[in-house]
């Protein structure tokens, strides 16, 4: 399961990231209060590790209004390839 990280956090502890990443460790990253990426090692499959129902960031209620018109359900295929 990815731990979760603020763009800030990760900033200020890069190298402790990068070490845990190297390991195996996986991150979703966080900017504005939305998840914006993943650090995921290099070596690792594209596929996600767990099932997207077990998932705490798929289906996950409004944070706030979209932009650009497209619903949540639109997000998540971006997001989500599905």
Known sequence: MDTTINAKRLRAT?????????????FTVLYRSRPAFRIVPVDSDAAP????????????????RSRDGRTSVDHDDVIYGR
């Open 14 to 26: 890069l190298p402790d990231v990068v070490s845990r990443v190297r390991k195996g460790a996986r």
């Open 49 to 64: 590790t767990t099932d997207l129902a077990e998932d705490t960031l798929y289906r996950a209620g409004p944070v706030g």
